[in-house]
C-alpha cells in the first residue's frame, strides 16, 4: 500500500527555535494534511492545503505556523518560534480528494520536543 | 460543546468478550463517519468507515444513528491484538469537510 512519509522521526529543539517538519504525501493525492497530537490529548486538525494553497485552518494555525509545498513532492509544516506547548506528535496525512466518505492516509508523525 | 465525544476508558476486557463503544457528535450536517484505530505513539489507522445502513467487516460492527447523533462501533470475539485506542472521526457539515476526531476510547484485551 503507498504511504505518506514523515521526517524526522524526533526532533528536539529549544525554545524560539524554528523547526521544519516535513511529509511526502502520496502521489496522487491532492489534498495535504497537518494534524498534531499532545501526549494524552486528541488527534487536533492544523491546516489543509489544495492547489499550492490553504484550503482551512484551525484556531491553533496561528501566524507562527506556516506550510508550503516547495516542489512536487514535498508538503511542509513550520513552526517559526518554538513554544513550550507546541511539544506534540505532528501526523501528516493525504488524501486523494478533500469530499465525501474518503480516507485520509496518516504518515507515521514526527515527535517534536521543545526544551 | 464537544464536537466529537468519547468515553475515554480505558475497557478493560477478556478475550473473547464483546465491547461497544459509542461517540455522539454535535454537528447534525455532518456526513462521513469512520472509526480509526491508534496503537501507543503511532500514527491512526482507518478501522472502517460507518455506512447509514450500518456495515460489518469481521468481527467488527459499526452503526450510525442520525437522529440522536451517535455512532457505535462493536467488536466481538475480541483478541489481544485489538488493544489499541479507538477514534471517532467525523467529517462534513457546515462547509467543511474537515476530518475531526474524538479523544479516543482506550481498549485492553487481557488474556
Known amino acids: 500500500e503507498p504511504e505518506v512519509t514523515q521526517t524526522p522521526s524526533h526532533q528536539v529543539t529549544q525554545m524560539g527555535q524554528e523547526v521544519i517538519l516535513r511529509c511526502v504525501p502520496i502521489s496522487n493525492h491532492l489534498y495535504f494534511y497537518w494534524y498534531r497530537q499532545i501526549l494524552g490529548q486528541k488527534v487536533e486538525f492544523l491546516v489543509s492545503?489544495?492547489?499550492?494553497?490553504?484550503?482551512?485552518k484551525s484556531e491553533i494555525f496561528d501566524d507562527q505556523f506556516s506550510v508550503e509545498r516547495p516542489d512536487g513532492s514535498n508538503f511542509t509544516l513550520k513552526i517559526r518560534s518554538t513554544k513550550l506547548e507546541d511539544s506534540a506528535m505532528y501526523f501528516c496525512?493525504?488524501?486523494?480528494?478533500?469530499?465525501?466518505?474518503?480516507?485520509?492516509?496518516f504518515g507515521s508523525g514526527t515527535q517534536l520536543s521543545v526544551l | 460543546r464537544k464536537e466529537v465525544e468519547q468515553d475515554p476508558g480505558p475497557f478493560n476486557v477478556p478475550e473473547g468478550a464483546t465491547v461497544a463503544f459509542n461517540c455522539t457528535y454535535s454537528n447534525s450536517a455532518s456526513q462521513s463517519f469512520f472509526w480509526y484505530r491508534q496503537d501507543c505513539r503511532k500514527e491512526p489507522k482507518l478501522l472502517m468507515s460507518?455506512?447509514?445502513s450500518g456495515n460489518e467487516d469481521g468481527r467488527f460492527t459499526a452503526q450510525l444513528n442520525r437522529a440522536s447523533q451517535y455512532i457505535s462501533l462493536l467488536i466481538r470475539d475480541s483478541k489481544l491484538s485489538d488493544s489499541a485506542t479507538y477514534l471517532c472521526?467525523?467529517?462534513?457539515?457546515?462547509?467543511?469537510?474537515?476530518?475531526?476526531f474524538g479523544r479516543g476510547t482506550s481498549l485492553i484485551v487481557h488474556p
Open positions: 492545503f489544495y492547489n499550492n494553497e490553504i484550503s482551512e
Open positions: 472521526v467525523v467529517r462534513g457539515g457546515g462547509g467543511s469537510y474537515i476530518p475531526t
Open positions: 496525512a493525504s488524501s486523494e480528494s478533500g469530499l465525501g466518505n474518503e480516507k485520509l492516509f
Open positions: 460507518v455506512y447509514s
